[in-house]
T-cell receptor
Framework: AQKVTQAQTEISVVEKEDVTLDCVYE???????LFWYKQPPSGELVFLIR??????QNEISGRYSWNFQKSTSSFNFTITASQVVDSAVYFC??????????????FGTGTRLTVIP | DTAVSQTPKYLVTQMGNDKSIKCEQN?????MYWYKQDSKKFLKIMFS???????INETVPNRFSPKSPDKAHLNLHINSLELGDSAVYFC???????????????FGEGSRLTVL
């Protein structure tokens, strides 16, 4: 079963529009971490945010904001006033640390965001 | 200094060849990983090592063999390369069980392997 679902495969918005990328996760662990990574056309994985399962506070960082809701197992990502440089593939990921401390990261299938100038 | 570095960044080779990708981390982390990103951008874990010991070995063909000479290095050897091995391979590291484990993985820049 897919642990992380990003139902939106591709999204296109016009510059300055707001856009929300959806992420739904599935886990039986009480301790887990959620992440968002950005992969621009250059290919590297850029860390955006980490949330642990005990911290449901929403977070805002500049034009980025994240809405973590355990009741719906969702961790959605909103970009406000999108810019062309936001065009990338965005991955949501779930980590379930095991007893060795290894953090096996399960990635969603990614959402390709295209911001049209 | 790059935290997690992989070499080479690009690798083009013929079917049947054997190749290696090297990974080094200077973060003092206990755990290292190899992830594969296929042509559809799907990222999936292949291996995980904690202090040079294999922890996670997903359903990866035996042609793939990770080797960890010390906890700062995790190299990936691939024998008898096939067309389907073409992908981007990402190395990563994390703190592990000892020290403060934030759950975060630190990724290298990726190594794009093309098998012709």
């Amino acid at each position: 079963a897919q642990k992380v679902t990003q139902a939106q495969t591709e999204i296109s918005v016009v510059e300055k529009e707001d856009v929300t990328l959806d992420c739904v996760y599935e886990t039986r662990d009480t301790t887990y971490y959620l992440f968002w990574y950005k992969q621009p056309p250059s290919g590297e994985l850029v860390f955006l945010i980490r949330r642990n399962s005990f911290d449901e506070q929403n977070e805002i960082s500049g034009r980025y904001s994240w809405n973590f809701q355990k009741s719906t197992s969702s961790f959605n990502f909103t970009i406000t006033a999108s810019q062309v440089v936001d065009s990338a593939v965005y991955f949501c990921a779930l980590s379930e640390p095991d007893q060795t401390g290894a953090n096996n990261l399960f990635f969603g299938t990614g959402t390709r965001l295209t911001v049209i100038p | 200094d790059t935290a997690v570095s992989q070499t080479p960044k690009y690798l083009v080779t013929q079917m049947g060849n054997d190749k290696s990708i090297k990974c080094e981390q200077n973060l003092g982390h206990d755990t290292m990983y190899w992830y594969k990103q296929d042509s559809k951008k799907f990222l999936k874990i292949m291996f995980s090592y904690n202090n040079k010991e294999l922890i996670i070995n997903e359903t990866v063909p035996n042609r793939f063999s990770p080797k960890s000479p010390d906890k700062a290095h995790l190299n990936l050897h691939i024998n008898s390369l096939e067309l389907g091995d073409s992908a981007v391979y990402f190395c990563a590291s994390s703190q592990g069980a000892y020290g403060i484990n934030t759950g975060e993985l630190f990724f290298g820049e990726g190594s794009r392997l093309t098998v012709l």
